[in-house]
Nanobody
Framework: QLQLVQSGGGLVQSGRPLRLSCAASGFTIEDRAIGWFRQAPGKEREGISCISINGARRHYVDSVKGRFTISRDNAKNTVYLQLNTTEPEDTGVYYC????????????????????WGQGTQVTVSS
Protein backbone atom coordinates (compact mmCIF):
# COMPACT_ATOMS: atom_id res chain seq x y z
CA GLN A 1 0.00 0.00 0.00
CA LEU A 2 1.41 3.34 -1.06
CA GLN A 3 1.00 6.09 1.46
CA LEU A 4 2.51 9.16 3.06
CA VAL A 5 2.34 9.07 6.83
CA GLN A 6 2.56 12.39 8.61
CA SER A 7 3.56 13.10 12.18
CA GLY A 8 4.78 15.93 14.36
CA GLY A 9 1.81 18.25 14.59
CA GLY A 10 0.39 19.57 17.82
CA LEU A 11 -0.02 22.63 19.99
CA VAL A 12 2.87 25.07 20.19
CA GLN A 13 3.29 28.51 21.68
CA SER A 14 3.88 31.35 19.26
CA GLY A 15 7.55 31.77 18.50
CA ARG A 16 8.42 28.18 19.37
CA PRO A 17 9.56 25.62 16.80
CA LEU A 18 7.83 22.52 15.54
CA ARG A 19 8.93 19.85 13.08
CA LEU A 20 6.57 18.01 10.78
CA SER A 21 7.53 14.70 9.20
CA CYS A 22 6.21 12.98 6.11
CA ALA A 23 7.33 9.37 5.73
CA ALA A 24 6.69 7.38 2.58
CA SER A 25 5.52 3.81 2.85
CA GLY A 26 5.36 1.37 -0.03
CA PHE A 27 7.39 3.55 -2.38
CA THR A 28 10.58 5.56 -2.43
CA ILE A 29 10.72 9.34 -2.36
CA GLU A 30 14.02 9.33 -4.26
CA ASP A 31 12.21 10.08 -7.52
CA ARG A 32 9.49 12.27 -6.00
CA ALA A 33 9.18 16.00 -5.65
CA ILE A 34 7.48 16.86 -2.38
CA GLY A 35 5.20 19.71 -1.44
CA TRP A 36 3.75 20.96 1.81
CA PHE A 37 0.32 22.50 2.01
CA ARG A 38 -1.84 23.84 4.78
CA GLN A 39 -5.48 24.64 5.30
CA ALA A 40 -6.38 27.25 7.86
CA PRO A 41 -9.84 27.25 9.44
CA GLY A 42 -12.37 28.59 6.98
CA LYS A 43 -9.81 28.96 4.20
CA GLU A 44 -8.78 27.03 1.14
CA ARG A 45 -5.76 24.77 1.07
CA GLU A 46 -2.62 26.66 0.10
CA GLY A 47 0.79 25.48 -0.97
CA ILE A 48 3.56 26.76 1.26
CA SER A 49 6.76 24.95 0.34
CA CYS A 50 8.23 22.34 -1.96
CA ILE A 51 11.49 20.54 -2.61
CA SER A 52 12.74 19.02 -5.85
CA ILE A 53 13.95 15.45 -6.26
CA ASN A 54 17.60 16.39 -5.87
CA GLY A 55 16.94 19.01 -3.20
CA ALA A 56 18.46 21.77 -5.33
CA ARG A 57 15.21 23.69 -5.54
CA ARG A 58 13.46 24.62 -2.33
CA HIS A 59 10.61 27.03 -2.66
CA TYR A 60 8.73 28.92 0.01
CA VAL A 61 5.79 31.23 -0.25
CA ASP A 62 6.25 34.69 1.24
CA SER A 63 4.21 33.98 4.35
CA VAL A 64 6.65 31.30 5.56
CA LYS A 65 9.91 32.37 3.90
CA GLY A 66 12.66 32.81 6.44
CA ARG A 67 10.67 30.97 9.12
CA PHE A 68 10.16 27.45 7.70
CA THR A 69 12.72 25.02 6.30
CA ILE A 70 11.98 22.07 4.05
CA SER A 71 14.40 19.15 3.84
CA ARG A 72 14.52 15.57 2.72
CA ASP A 73 16.32 12.46 3.93
CA ASN A 74 16.11 9.87 1.18
CA ALA A 75 17.83 7.27 3.35
CA LYS A 76 14.93 7.53 5.81
CA ASN A 77 12.39 7.97 3.01
CA THR A 78 11.16 11.06 4.84
CA VAL A 79 10.64 14.73 4.17
CA TYR A 80 10.53 17.33 6.90
CA LEU A 81 9.06 20.78 7.36
CA GLN A 82 10.74 22.62 10.18
CA LEU A 83 8.65 25.47 11.52
CA ASN A 84 11.45 27.42 13.12
CA THR A 85 9.41 30.39 14.26
CA THR A 86 5.69 29.92 14.56
CA GLU A 87 2.90 32.46 14.50
CA PRO A 88 -0.81 32.10 15.31
CA GLU A 89 -1.50 32.53 11.59
CA ASP A 90 0.30 29.22 10.99
CA THR A 91 -2.56 27.34 12.63
CA GLY A 92 -4.16 24.80 10.34
CA VAL A 93 -4.01 21.29 8.96
CA TYR A 94 -0.76 20.57 7.20
CA TYR A 95 -0.46 18.12 4.33
CA CYS A 96 2.48 16.70 2.45
CA UNK A 97 2.20 15.52 -1.12
CA UNK A 98 4.42 13.68 -3.58
CA UNK A 99 4.72 13.36 -7.32
CA UNK A 100 7.10 11.53 -9.64
CA UNK A 101 8.51 14.61 -11.36
CA UNK A 102 10.12 14.56 -14.81
CA UNK A 103 12.92 16.85 -13.73
CA UNK A 104 15.33 16.54 -10.82
CA UNK A 105 15.14 20.31 -10.35
CA UNK A 106 11.40 20.94 -10.36
CA UNK A 107 8.83 21.42 -7.65
CA UNK A 108 5.67 23.45 -7.29
CA UNK A 109 3.19 24.58 -4.66
CA UNK A 110 0.27 23.81 -6.94
CA UNK A 111 -1.95 21.09 -5.44
CA UNK A 112 -3.11 19.74 -8.78
CA UNK A 113 0.47 18.78 -9.66
CA UNK A 114 0.71 16.21 -6.89
CA UNK A 115 -0.57 12.66 -6.93
CA UNK A 116 -0.13 11.19 -3.48
CA TRP A 117 -1.15 12.93 -0.27
CA GLY A 118 -0.58 12.47 3.42
CA GLN A 119 -3.42 12.26 5.88
CA GLY A 120 -2.83 15.71 7.31
CA THR A 121 -1.68 16.80 10.73
CA GLN A 122 -3.09 19.58 12.89
CA VAL A 123 -0.85 22.45 13.94
CA THR A 124 -2.18 24.92 16.47
CA VAL A 125 -0.13 27.96 17.42
CA SER A 126 -1.26 29.78 20.55
CA SER A 127 -0.57 33.46 21.09
Amino acid sequence: QLQLVQSGGGLVQSGRPLRLSCAASGFTIEDRAIGWFRQAPGKEREGISCISINGARRHYVDSVKGRFTISRDNAKNTVYLQLNTTEPEDTGVYYCAAVAADSLFTCAVRASWYRDWGQGTQVTVSS
